[in-house]
């Protein structure tokens, strides 16, 4: 049961769904879902969304709140965060839920409710369950949004096993079309996007270390989307990285199933860059995340090293 009486209560009350920073698919399909049972709920999104979640939110056109209330009278639930700083501020409600999947949950205040299935290859693997759980019929758009989240945090199925492919059949049941997904997330990117990830390509820098390949590179925005490019072209272990004036940077990193089945865990290394450096760090072997402070340019270089040393204890 993921389900305890606390939150079954707290889910009667007003429900703000808050999504990540710069929000995926994972995050915003699964607020999305679960506003198609929630009706009255609100989504908030209090750094953006990305281009391919916001491919998705236009499946609805649900008004999604840009900056979060001081204060929520209500229950928050926030989604798939592993720590408070990956979607804060977080607004003073009278209950707060995480629902997550990532390999790590911290940093989340005492009182907090935590729905945390890191066996799970999404978010919304877990929304599908919950909802299930409440015994509450499956619309062909939550199906659809649900899958669409599946598909993207898998890699396309890459990383999915046998539990994701029978959620994914479910979804199929209950409405969801797999081509018409796959024209929702493939729709013509933005120019904006198209020339960041050429620039991630020109400006790469790249290493070998025993057999495999390690690729940095530095972009304005669009950091996740450029290291899954850097991997397309050939890298095992792609970590590009982004900072702005104010001396913020943000760092995305990406690794081949081909190194993460050898052992490989990129987890494990950014929680060694916010050990070192604080921020926030979270993810999975295969794809994580860094948040912090400092210079873009010498995090990418320490993350690198620490790859490289992580590499070398492989059997």
Known sequence: MLLNEKIKKSLEDDLLLLVHHHADVDSVASAIALKTIFSDATICASDGISVS????????????????PA??????????SPNPEHCGPVPKAKQVVVIDHHSRITGWPKGTEIIHQPQKTSTAEIIFLLIKEMGLEISKTCATVLLSAIYTDTG????????????ASEL????????EIISILDRERPLAQKTMFLKAAQRMKWLQEGKWIIATSLVGSFESGSARLLIVLGADVAIVASGNK????????????????????LTTVLESVKDMNGGSAGGHPGAAGYNG??????ITEITKQKCISSIRELP
């Open 246 to 265: 104010k001396g913020e940077m943000r760092l995305s990193t990406r690794a081949s199933n081909r190194i993460v089945s050898e052992g490989f865990n």
């Open 53 to 68: 979640g916001q491919n998705i939110a236009k499946i609805t056109y649900d008004d999604i709140l840009l900056k979060p």
């Open 71 to 80: 204060e929520w009278d209500g229950t928050v639930i926030a989604l798939d």
């Open 293 to 298: 402070k400092g210079d873009a340019e010498a």
């Open 172 to 179: 199929c049941n209950a409405g969801a079309d797999p081509q």
């Open 156 to 167: 396309q199925f890459r990383h999915a096993n046998n539990e994701t492919f029978n959620v």
